[in-house]
Nanobody, 117 residues
Framework: VQLQASGGGLVQAGGSLRVSCAAS????????MGWYRQAPGKQRELVAD???????NYADSVKGRFTIFRDNAKNTVYLQMNSLKPEDTAVYYC????????????WGQGTLVTVSS
């Protein structure tokens, strides 16, 4: 499985941005797709994920501001980020978890999101 992330960039605080991640390869094995982020000097953290059933999970820090959604036909997951804050600045990584597993097996390349104040 390969994950190709796109989107990201520079945005002012309060603005919006969308990142997307397309999966290719043996994708039938994937259950959960999600986004993690890593800010400078900090550990990588889960931002949001979504199961093939549509169940979603969000970090408390992004609830109400970020929305994750998925197009199963395109094997693509999107993260719509609204009301961005400078503390959202990080490298965002797409990840995928296989069925019957609990941690990401596949990772995409990171995409940088920078929120200016």
């Amino acid at each position: 499985v390969q994950l190709q992330a796109s989107g990201g960039g520079l945005v002012q605080a309060g603005g919006s941005l969308r990142v997307s991640c397309a999966a290719s390869g043996i994708v039938f094995s994937i259950n959960v797709m999600g986004w993690y982020r890593q800010a400078p000097g900090k550990q990588r953290e889960l931002v949001a994920d979504i199961a093939s059933s549509g169940r979603t999970n969000y970090a408390d820090s992004v609830k109400g501001r970020f929305t994750i959604f998925r197009d199963n036909a395109k094997n693509t997951v999107y993260l719509q980020m609204n009301s961005l804050k400078p503390e959202d600045t990080a490298v965002y990584y797409c990840a995928a978890i296989n069925r019957f597993e609990t941690t990401p097996r596949y990772w995409g390349q990171g995409t940088l999101v920078t929120v200016s104040s």
